[in-house]
């Protein structure tokens, strides 16, 4: 199965701040990776997939990149509403693999 | 609008069995790639299992394959995930999602709110 190491596990940002958050492949995975983000009591929301396609209807502080191995989500100026838990999933081959989570706190 | 509603969870003992339902509307049903995630308590998510639109191909994570069956009946917009030889580590919010197509691969473009499965004696 292809392992996903999601990095850092969490952080302390503030409002405004730039974050990124990044995930690695243990294998080839091209552009098949999405990002997610999940407050706890409610639906997970897919954010970008393809690596960089921002979701319609998703805040453009949000943004992907990356192939292969290595990727990124990049929230440009945090909002108080993006405090809460990001993943990342390959959608590259089965088993689905997400990445561990990210819990970005104040 | 594309909803996707969960039910069907409860408490059980290991051992037993439970049928998780998750009724799609807003879309057509059976144009979609469905699939189920699950979150244990203080943990991320899992990927559990996914069908084609078709239904003709079903994949299963390893931790489930055997004891788990996805099945979709179209007549009524439903995905159901039959568990059984329940163990206490199934324990978990159990949420369906839909795929951007037909296929099985790709991402979960819509989820729903999730149903609670507790396996305890």
């Known amino acids: 199965a292809i392992q996903m190491t999601q990095s850092p596990s969490s952080l302390s940002a503030s409002v405004g701040d730039r974050v990124t958050i990044t995930c690695r492949a243990s294998q080839d995975i091209r552009s098949d990776l999405s990002w997610y983000q999940h407050k706890p009591g409610t639906a997970p929301k897919l954010l970008i997939y393809a690596a960089s396609t921002l979701q319609s209807g998703v805040p453009s502080r949000f943004s992907g990149s990356g192939s292969g191995t290595e990727f990124t989500l990049t929230i440009s100026s945090l909002q108080p509403e993006d405090f809460t838990t990001y993943y990342c999933?390959?959608?590259?081959?089965?088993?689905?693999?997400f990445g561990g989570g990210t819990k970005v706190e104040i | 609008e594309v909803q996707l509603v969960e039910s069907g969870g409860g408490f059980v003992q290991p051992g037993e069995t439970l049928r998780l339902s998750c009724v799609g509307s807003?879309?057509?049903?059976?144009?979609?790639?469905m699939t189920w995630v699950r979150q244990a308590p203080g943990k991320g998510l899992e990927w559990v299992s996914s069908s084609s639109a078709t239904g003709g191909t079903t994949y299963y994570a390893e931790s489930v394959e055997g004891r788990f069956t996805l099945s979709r009946d179209y007549s009524k917009n439903t995905v159901y995930l039959q568990m059984s030889g329940l163990r206490d580590e199934d324990t978990a919010v159990y949420y369906c999602a839909r795929g951007p197509g037909n296929s099985p691969r790709g991402y979960f473009q819509h989820w729903g709110h999730g149903t609670l499965v507790t396996v305890s004696a």
């Open positions: 807003g879309f057509i049903f059976s144009s979609y790639a």
């Open positions: 999933l390959q959608d590259s081959r089965f088993p689905r693999t």
